[in-house]
Each structure stands twice: as structure tokens, then as C-alpha cells.
């Protein structure tokens, strides 16, 4: 019986060593393979950080690229508006000149309509004041209106 205890406990010894130790390697397999998941995470996570930094550094180019062609258009902005207050300053000075000479050249235009009425009027008074004259005086009476020789 002592010899039965003795196999008895040695089996028992030797099936918790066994079992101890295939614990022990299934833990140190677990922990391995825990490790080597974190290390796949970790390695995604940082693919996943540098794809999110790529993009932030595409959108800040793009923002600057943007705050740029905003910067450029303003600029564009305030030159359109001091070529408007310019177009209207000479338009009004243009137009005040377009005016001015418009008057004259109306003024110009009367002038000539008017000496062509008067040049008109004296031409005729003459033409009837030269009839008068034909008319009174009988042909060949000794008056006559060209140069005496």
C-alpha cells in the first residue's frame, strides 16, 4: 500500500508538473501571440497616424492654397474698385469735357447756320435791290453799274 501511495503520489506529481508546465507554454503561446497582436495594432495604428497626418498636411496646403487665391482675389477686389472710382473721376471729367465741347460745337454749328441765313437774306436783298435797280432805269439810258470807260 505504501508502494501504491508512492506511485500514486509520483503520478500525481508528474501529471501537475505536466500540466504545469503545458499551462505554463500555453500561457508563454497566449502572451506570444497577445504581443505579436498588440505589435499589429500598434504598426496599423501608426499606418492609420501617417495616412491622418498625409491628409492634414494635404489640407493644410490646400487651406493655404485657398487663403491665397483669397488673398490674390481681395487684392484683385481693390484694384477693380480704385479702376471703377478712376473710370468714374475721368467718365465725369469725360463727360464734363464731352459736354463743354458739345456746346461749343453746337454753339459753332448756330453760328454758321446763322451766318448762312444772314448771307442768304443779304443775297437776296441785294438780288432784289439789283432788280429794283434793272427794272427803273430804261436799258441803255446811260445808267450803268459796271466800270465806266
Given at each position: ?17 505536466d500540466a ?37 498636411t494635404?489640407?493644410m ?44 460745337a ?10 448762312r ?33
Amino acid at each position: 500500500e505504501e508502494d501504491h501511495k508512492a506511485v500514486l503520489f509520483e503520478a500525481l506529481r508528474q501529471a501537475s508538473e505536466d500540466a504545469l508546465s503545458e499551462a505554463g507554454a500555453a500561457f508563454n503561446r497566449g502572451y506570444e501571440k497577445a504581443h505579436q497582436l498588440l505589435a499589429s495594432v500598434e504598426a496599423a495604428k501608426q499606418v492609420e497616424i501617417e495616412k491622418l497626418q498625409q491628409e492634414r498636411t494635404k489640407i493644410m496646403v490646400q487651406l493655404t492654397e485657398a487663403k491665397m487665391l483669397a488673398a490674390t482675389k481681395n487684392q484683385e477686389m481693390h484694384e477693380l474698385a480704385a479702376m471703377m472710382v478712376q473710370l468714374e473721376r475721368h467718365t465725369g471729367e469725360s463727360l464734363e469735357a464731352s459736354s463743354e465741347e458739345l456746346r461749343a460745337a453746337t454753339t459753332e454749328q448756330r453760328a454758321e447756320r446763322d451766318a448762312r441765313v444772314k448771307s442768304d437774306e443779304i443775297r437776296a436783298q441785294l438780288q432784289h435791290t439789283l432788280q429794283e435797280v434793272l427794272t427803273a432805269s430804261p436799258p441803255n439810258s446811260g445808267a450803268s453799274l459796271g466800270p465806266h470807260r
